[in-house]
Nanobody
């Protein structure tokens, strides 16, 4: 599996940004997809997850209501729409793929099957 993330950048607080992650190499519909992030000097943390069919989602408390995860089967792509961005959202964002939905937790990053290279998001105040 290869995951190619893109869409990061420098924005101001309150702005919006959409991250994309293209999945290839296996059958997209067999994998739960999600996003994690890692701020400087901090551990990698869970941000959002979307189920195989896209019918269910999970979000961390810090982004719930501001971020929206979605997946496009035709494009084999998962998206993270980030609204009302805050300086504390500044981090490198990583796309993840796993056949088990339960692995999408901050404490279980070591169990994630596939990671993409990160895309950096910087939110200025």
């Amino acid at each position: 599996v290869q995951l190619q993330a893109s869409g990061g950048g420098l924005v101001q607080a309150g702005d919006s940004l959409t991250l994309s992650c293209v999945f290839s190499g296996r059958t997209f519909s067999n994998y739960h997809m999600g996003w994690f992030r890692q701020a400087p000097g901090k551990e990698r943390e869970f941000v959002a997850r979307i189920a195989l069919s896209g019918s269910s989602h999970d979000y961390s408390g810090s982004v719930k209501g501001r971020f929206t995860i979605s997946r496009g089967s035709a494009q084999n792509t998962v998206y993270l729409q980030m609204d009302s961005l805050k300086p504390e959202d500044t981090a490198v964002y990583y796309c993840a793929a796993d056949r088990s939905s339960s692995d999408f937790r901050s404490s279980l990053t070591y169990k994630i099957e596939y990671w993409g290279k990160g895309t950096e998001v910087t939110v200025s105040s």
